[in-house]
């Protein structure tokens, strides 16, 4: 066998469930990089640094070597390796064997979603930073983390368990996805009212009408209520022994109780750049939780029903 024979057998052999995964965490990984290295242009003021798009600037594609042109071009740099993951998410979802039609439904969502983003920070940059388009950037990236999270999860699951049922917590876990996703809207306008416009050229970049101190006591309200109900949820997934609701429940508390308390501590502290970076990164990491959470649900549910289905030889003679 030719080397040529040889590669195409490597670029159309199926491959396993297990590594099919793998690459699905890496599309959600480099998915949560780039909303961080994102957060890095405004933080620095280098949201303006390539004055236009694609090019860097209108007569050239690379920035120069100068800071702010640097930092955003690194950003839209790292779109290539965003671009590359969700490829691979999409040609393993058709190579993965068996094939599944949701999975591959999944990751072209990804597709999609890169594109929009793709469109919007061309949009961001038209308009000169207006916050507007910041806050719709930052949560359509929040919509991509849901859906790489949903195919890492439903990637791990055979054809049966990928169908899931609601349980005794589906209400429960979907009322505190509703409110996280709130919690993240609210964010995003405290963002938006706040000092980091993302350019430090005074004349462009205009603020939300909002008191940041107004926005910010409710987006702090609704954080409270979050983990108020993330802990009920705990206890009633001990009462209904759902262990991996339970779980999850416990991971998402604790990144919450984390990201509340740099919360609290970038707000006294007069919002520094730097803890405004890791508010960004616990924002990204508690809200891949809870949509973990939120499938929880489906993965207790089936375990149950199939507990309940199992019948010993003896049970099954006993007369009815």
Known sequence: ????????????????????????????????????????????????????????????????????????????????????????????SLRRSPRRADLIAWSFGLVAGVVAQIVLGALLVRTELDPRFTMGHFLLSMVLLANAALLVDLAGRDDLAARRRPGPLSRTTRAITTLSAVLLVSGTIVTGSGPHSGSDEAEVAARLPFLVREVTRIHSIIAIVLLVSVLWLIRAAHLHQQTEARRRAEIALSLLIAQAAIGYWQYFAGVPVLLVGFHILGASLSWIAIVRLHLATGIDARNESEETNKTTPQQAAKPG
Request: charge should be negative; glycine fraction near 8%; hydrophobic fraction near 50%.
């Open 1 to 92: 066998m030719n080397l040529t024979a040889r590669l195409r057998a490597i670029a159309y052999a199926p491959i396993s469930p297990d590594r099919y995964q793998r690459w699905t965490r890496g599309a959600l990984w480099s998915l949560t990089v780039i909303v961080v290295s994102g957060g890095a242009v405004r933080l620095s003021g280098s949201g303006l640094g390539c004055s236009d798009w694609p090019n860097c600037e209108e007569d050239q594609f690379v920035a120069d070597l100068e800071y702010h042109a640097l930092i955003e071009f690194a950003n839209r740099l790292f779109t290539g390796v965003v671009a590359v993951a969700v490829v691979l998410a999409v040609l393993g």
